[in-house]
């Protein structure tokens, strides 16, 4: 099939309003009679009207006797009354129904009773004292709940105590959702069989039909259709014919040789949008066939995400008669300055935190098929169609995707990639189940930049002076001379070379990665681990342009291990823990010195004393000697103050 082109395409916000206004959504949903007993999180589909009264009976409000209010007119300490129980004076318990005649309830603290059948009373009452009277609480016919109100716990209990046994609610929206792609597998299967180059683990409609359960809808998974369009067509047809009120078809959605759900659609319905100018989420199809809206969601998890959180969600919500769900905002900073292509609306993922007195916003990657993005995001920055990008440190709105208080409870560590930073946050919340850690690796350099910024509370740095042969301490009096701060020791860990299993080139030395036969993948500028090979390079004299793959890099150990375990590359200087975790042979080499940095400005905020606090645990300190490559003898201690 040819390549298509993208039809139709709109703006996010024309394309939602053109869904929107294409169908009957309450209607397309209609309505049924539930118990009230189990209508908890239902819509009313219409206004709730009380059947009794409540209480539909004068009963007393406290326990005591029940008397005519009149009757004991005159009262006092020196002139008190006497009635005779069960003429005058009726004993009663709370919510028990009043004696015929009475009207007034005296607390049974504030009687004296001489003989059993009598009771002497030194304070008038007065009428209706203690007396729940019918109606207090509602009246029959009063109403009770509005058309499309969503009920709780409260309402419940209150239709109940109306009389109101059932009650219409509208249907919950029905949701198929129909994955396509030749190139997934189940993940039950996955779990069986490790999946193979070029296979890819099915989990968009998994993702899809939690997005859909939470927003209030009933998901229905369909088997996975190949790249087929006879058989998406089929099986398309197939769930319109259900009682579903709506189809998300997964993948297929884009332009390219095998997307064939915008030609699917037109066949069997109509298109009303093909492409939205939105990044990610640029190829959603919107349409509609046999009455039904059918959302050709893309492949990509983070454009599905989109595709379903801007355009799906609101239909949802119209089907439930709910107002268009907001996000709070909160006025951030960005950490750098961000380019973005003009003329598409992008959703950036990003992490927040405050540090001081503004909210820092430090974006994460940014691909369409970075799913991790949205699992580690605080929160979205929507930079406009008609912007070329947010400037760094030039305010800007962040969408929370949380609530606010985590903001203010999150610490930002910024700074050179370690494994630990991981199991620290972990061992961190173990102790304080309010704090979250935002850690960016952005280097040992950038994450000193960062903390001279103010962007970050802590510096995560293994920065060797060739001149000295010390760590970090002369980068710190060089970029962060008017920040008063303290080295604090996280550990010290081996480095070295990761290769394959079996080291089948026998590479061990930097003198081998000087080998034609031999590829590198090397570490970002300005990370320490790259500062500490451009050390040893220039130690042994060997010209780095002469290496194969020196001008490759990653932002992580990992990043580098996994280069060497695909094939990428046959070596890379990491730390011992990366290549132990995939399973790679380690040439250990030297060992170096990691650093927290934290300014004095910090040491003292709560934040900072969990975070010192775990870093003297003996369970944090077994847990990180367990991943193999650290000597964790010096954790916590303060290597250097300034």
Not at 304 to 317: M, N, S, T
Not at 517 to 522: G, K, Y
Not at 574 to 602: K, T
């Given at each position: 099939?040819?390549?298509?082109?993208?039809?139709?395409?709109?703006?996010?916000?024309?394309?939602?309003?053109?869904?929107?206004?294409?169908?009957?959504?309450?209607?397309?949903?209609?309505?049924?009679t539930v118990d009230s007993a189990e209508a908890l999180g239902r819509i009313t589909a219409e206004p709730v009207f009380a059947v009794l009264s409540s209480p539909?009976?004068?009963?007393?409000?406290?326990?005591?006797?029940?008397?005519?209010?009149?009757?004991?007119?005159?009262?006092?300490?020196?002139?008190?009354?006497?009635?005779?129980?069960?003429?005058?004076?009726?004993?009663?318990?709370?919510?028990?129904?009043?004696?015929?005649?009475?009207?007034?309830?005296?607390?049974?603290?504030?009687?004296?009773?001489?003989?059993?059948?009598?009771?002497?009373?030194?304070?008038?009452?007065?009428?209706?004292?203690?007396?729940?009277?019918?109606?207090?609480?509602?009246?029959?016919?009063?109403?009770?709940?509005?058309?499309?109100?969503?009920?709780?716990?409260?309402?419940?209990?209150?239709?109940?105590?109306?009389?109101?046994?059932?009650?219409?609610?509208?249907?919950?929206?029905?949701?198929?959702?129909?994955?396509?792609?030749?190139?997934?597998?189940?993940?039950?299967?996955?779990?069986?069989?490790?999946?193979?180059?070029?296979?890819?683990?099915?989990?968009?409609?998994?993702?899809?039909?939690?997005?859909?359960?939470?927003?209030?809808?009933?998901?229905?998974?369909?088997?996975?259709?190949?790249?087929?369009?006879?058989?998406?067509?089929?099986?398309?047809?197939?769930?319109?014919?259900?009682?579903?009120?709506?189809?998300?078809?997964?993948?297929?959605?884009?332009?390219?040789?095998?997307?064939?759900?915008?030609?699917?659609?037109?066949?069997?319905?109509?298109?009303?949008?093909?492409?939205?100018?939105?990044?990610?989420?640029?190829?959603?199809?919107?349409?509609?066939?046999?009455?039904?809206?059918?959302?050709?969601?893309?492949?990509?998890?983070?454009?599905?995400?989109?595709?379903?959180?801007?355009?799906?969600?609101?239909?949802?919500?119209?089907?439930?008669?709910?107002?268009?769900?907001?996000?709070?905002?909160?006025?951030?900073?960005?950490?750098?300055?961000?380019?973005?292509?003009?003329?598409?609306?992008?959703?950036?993922?990003?992490?927040?935190?405050?540090?001081?007195?503004?909210?820092?916003?430090?974006?994460?990657?940014?691909?369409?098929?970075?799913?991790?993005?949205?699992?580690?995001?605080?929160?979205?920055?929507?930079?406009?169609?008609?912007?070329?990008?947010?400037?760094?440190?030039?305010?800007?709105?962040?969408?929370?995707?949380?609530?606010?208080?985590?903001?203010?409870?999150?610490?930002?560590?910024?700074?050179?990639?370690?494994?630990?930073?991981?199991?620290?946050?972990?061992?961190?919340?173990?102790?304080?189940?309010?704090?979250?850690?935002?850690?960016?690796?952005?280097?040992?350099?950038?994450?000193?930049?960062?903390?001279?910024?103010?962007?970050?509370?802590?510096?995560?740095?293994?920065?060797?002076?060739?001149?000295?042969?010390?760590?970090?301490?002369?980068?710190?009096?060089?970029?962060?001379?008017?920040?008063?701060?303290?080295?604090?020791?996280?550990?010290?860990?081996?480095?070295?070379?990761?290769?394959?299993?079996?080291?089948?080139?026998?590479?061990?030395?930097?003198?081998?990665?000087?080998?034609?036969?031999?590829?590198?993948?090397?570490?970002?500028?300005?990370?320490?681990?790259?500062?500490?090979?451009?050390?040893?390079?220039?130690?042994?004299?060997?010209?780095?342009?002469?290496?194969?793959?020196?001008?490759?890099?990653?932002?992580?150990?990992?990043?580098?291990?996994?280069?060497?375990?695909?094939?990428?590359?046959?070596?890379?200087?990491?730390?011992?823990?990366?290549?132990?975790?995939?399973n790679l042979d380690f040439v250990p080499l030297m060992i170096e010195r990691y650093d927290l940095c934290i300014p004095h400005d910090h040491w003292d905020d709560?934040?900072?004393?969990?975070?010192?606090?775990?870093?003297?645990?003996?369970?944090?300190?077994?847990?990180?000697?367990?991943?193999?490559?650290?000597?964790?003898?010096?954790?916590?201690?303060?290597?250097?103050?300034?």
């Amino acid at each position: 099939m040819k390549r298509n082109k993208y039809l139709n395409m709109k703006s996010l916000d024309a394309a939602r309003e053109e869904l929107l206004d294409s169908f009957d959504w309450i209607g397309l949903v209609g309505t049924q009679t539930v118990d009230s007993a189990e209508a908890l999180g239902r819509i009313t589909a219409e206004p709730v009207f009380a059947v009794l009264s409540s209480p539909y009976y004068q009963a007393a409000a406290m326990d005591g006797i029940a008397v005519t209010a009149e009757s004991t007119y005159g009262a006092s300490d020196e002139s008190p009354i006497t009635l005779e129980v069960g003429s005058g004076a009726w004993f009663v318990n709370t919510g028990q129904v009043l004696p015929e005649s009475t009207d007034a309830v005296i607390m049974i603290e504030h009687l004296h009773q001489p003989t059993p059948d009598r009771v002497e009373l030194r304070a008038p009452a007065f009428p209706w004292q203690h007396v729940r009277r019918v109606g207090e609480d509602m009246v029959a016919g009063e109403m009770l709940l509005p058309h499309h109100h969503r009920l709780r716990a409260t309402d419940v209990a209150v239709l109940l105590a109306a009389g109101v046994f059932s009650l219409e609610v509208l249907q919950r929206p029905r949701v198929t959702i129909l994955p396509t792609g030749s190139e997934l597998v189940d993940w039950r299967d996955a779990r069986r069989t490790p999946p193979a180059p070029g296979v890819i683990i099915e989990f968009n409609s998994v993702l899809l039909s939690g997005l859909v359960t939470e927003a209030g809808g009933v998901p229905t998974i369909w088997p996975r259709q190949p790249d087929d369009p006879e058989k998406i067509r089929a099986a398309l047809s197939e769930a319109l014919a259900t009682d579903t009120h709506l189809v998300l078809l997964n993948a297929g959605a884009s332009a390219g040789s095998k997307d064939y759900t915008v030609h699917i659609l037109g066949e069997v319905g109509r298109v009303l949008t093909h492409g939205v100018t939105a990044m990610p989420g640029k190829p959603s199809i919107l349409g509609e066939a046999s009455g039904k809206p059918v959302v050709g969601t893309p492949g990509y998890p983070v454009s599905a995400w989109v595709c379903f959180d801007q355009l799906v969600r609101p239909a949802l919500e119209r089907m439930q008669g709910q107002p268009p769900r907001t996000r709070d905002t909160v006025e951030v900073v960005p950490t750098r300055s961000l380019a973005s292509k003009l003329g598409q609306e992008e959703f950036l993922r990003v992490h927040l935190g405050q540090v001081g007195n503004r909210v820092v916003a430090t974006p994460l990657k940014r691909g369409a098929g970075t799913v991790t993005s949205l699992t580690r995001a605080d929160g979205i920055l929507r930079i406009p169609a008609a912007s070329e990008g947010a400037e760094q440190d030039r305010p800007i709105h962040a969408e929370l995707l949380g609530g606010r208080e985590g903001v203010h409870e999150t610490l930002v560590i910024t700074g050179s990639h370690d494994i630990t930073l991981d199991l620290l946050a972990d061992h961190m919340k173990r102790k304080a189940d309010w704090i979250r850690v935002s850690a960016s690796n952005v280097g040992s350099l950038g994450g000193l930049l960062a903390l001279a910024a103010g962007q970050c509370h802590v510096g995560g740095t293994h920065l060797l002076d060739p001149a000295t042969g010390e760590y970090n301490v002369s980068y710190l009096r060089q970029h962060l001379a008017q920040t008063p701060a303290r080295l604090v020791t996280l550990a010290m860990r081996h480095q070295g070379l990761i290769v394959k299993k079996g080291n089948p080139k026998s590479i061990r030395t930097f003198t081998d990665l000087a080998r034609k036969d031999v590829r590198m993948i090397n570490r970002q500028g300005g990370s320490g681990t790259r500062v500490l090979l451009d050390y040893y390079l220039d130690k042994e004299s060997i010209d780095p342009t002469q290496l194969t793959g020196y001008d490759h890099d990653e932002y992580t150990h990992t990043g580098v291990a996994v280069q060497v375990l695909a094939g990428g590359a046959d070596v890379g200087l990491g730390i011992l823990a990366a290549a132990r975790s995939l399973n790679l042979d380690f040439v250990p080499l030297m060992i170096e010195r990691y650093d927290l940095c934290i300014p004095h400005d910090h040491w003292d905020d709560p934040r900072i004393r969990v975070l010192r606090d775990t870093l003297g645990s003996p369970d944090f300190k077994k847990a990180v000697e367990a991943l193999g490559g650290y000597d964790v003898a010096p954790m916590g201690t303060i290597a250097w103050e300034g």
